[in-house]
């Protein structure tokens, strides 16, 4: 069976139907520390409560299913990890070494865990950023995933785990919001373009930064997870992206089909964090070693986005 933990999140809800769709729904168990609001979630397949923090909750999981992989997504992302940075530690971190000791002790054969944009930081070259360079990442959330990087190459490198990891960008989906991030203005924009036809930015109008629509972040992830072993050549994170975009270029394209569509900018703290964070990135090592390849550009997505709100919404 294959077990996603955090599949209420923005990211998981989203696998876990993908995964039931490859997989079957009863091989796929989905877990988080809440029941899932999703009807989609709970109608489809197995679902557990579990608290990453509380090893018994997974030996427990252990006596009822034999786990063959495990996606690992539950954390606290970069806005709300500065509120509560030594909780967001704790749960990025602990979590982690219990899921991954979890996983040695259950002989799981693969383990998905994601990284971020946010593992680099003011120094770090902000245009096409390189797979390898600088990185000094000032959010709980960004050392949280730089430090994580290190352990999934420790216990590759040291135990023989088959654990995989992307550096995602910015997310945008439509079938779940987000919790928490700082590039989540690019999915709040959607719904109040519809809701409201205005919105009200808490980033400046110039904040650049690399983003993908969730089919593509989805057909990523599962690339990397069906890529034989011998194609996966790094082991800490690939840099994985799409396009990069500002909120002043996000509105022109929801104003093709919203031309009265307006925007207001209201930057607030998640400003510093966008400013760390790189432009764009360089995700030529995904490309050679697996074959990467994005498909959505900023107005498919745009299309995609809005028509799918309009049908969910009614
Ligand atoms: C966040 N959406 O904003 C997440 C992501 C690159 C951004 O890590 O925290």
Redesign the pocket.
């Known amino acids: 069976a294959i077990l996603v933990i955090g599949a209420c999140g923005q990211l998981g809800s989203e696998l876990t139907l993908e995964l039931r769709k490859l997989y079957g729904n009863a091989n796929v168990v989905a877990a988080d520390i809440q029941y899932p609001k999703q009807a989609e979630l709970r109608e489809t397949g197995p679902f557990e409560i579990v608290d990453v923090l509380t090893p018994q909750h997974l030996a427990d999981l252990a006596a009822k299913y034999k786990f063959d992989q495990i996606y690992h997504l539950a954390a606290i ?3 709300t990890g500065e509120k509560n940075p030594k909780f967001a530690w704790r749960l990025n971190m602990d979590g982690l070494f219990n899921v991954l000791d979890f996983a040695l002790e259950q002989k799981v054969e693969k383990v998905y865990w994601p990284s ?3 593992v680099f930081g003011p120094n770090t070259p902000r245009q096409n950023t390189p797979q390898d360079t600088i990185m000094d990442p000032n959010t709980v ?1 960004g050392i949280s995933k730089q430090a994580g990087e290190r352990w999934c190459e420790y216990y590759f490198l040291k135990y023989g785990l088959d654990v995989r990891s992307l550096r ?4 945008i989906g439509y079938k779940a919001l ?1 919790g928490g ?4 203005y690019a999915v709040d924009i959607y719904h109040q373009a519809l809701a409201k036809g205005t919105y009200k930015c808490f980033l400046s109008e110039n904040t650049r930064l690399p983003m993908m629509y969730m089919p593509d972040a989805l057909k990523g992830t599962l690339d990397l997870m069906h890529a034989p072993l011998e194609q996966v050549k790094v082991r800490s994170s690939y840099n994985l992206a799409a396009m990069s975009f500002t909120p002043q270029e996000i509105t022109a394209s929801i104003q093709r089909h919203y031309p009265d569509f307006t925007i207001t900018y209201e930057p607030d703290g998640r400003q510093q964090i966008a400013d760390s ?1 790189p432009q764009s990135i360089n995700d030529s090592a995904a490309r050679q070693d697996w074959g990467w390849q994005p498909s959505f550009t900023l107005d498919t997505m745009t299309d995609d986005m809005l028509l799918n709100l309009k049908r969910t919404n009614n």
Request: aromatic share 18%; hydrophobic share 35%; glycine share 12%.
């Open positions: 992302l970069s806005a971020s944009i946010a959330y995602y960008p910015g997310l987000p991030g700082t590039t989540d964070w």
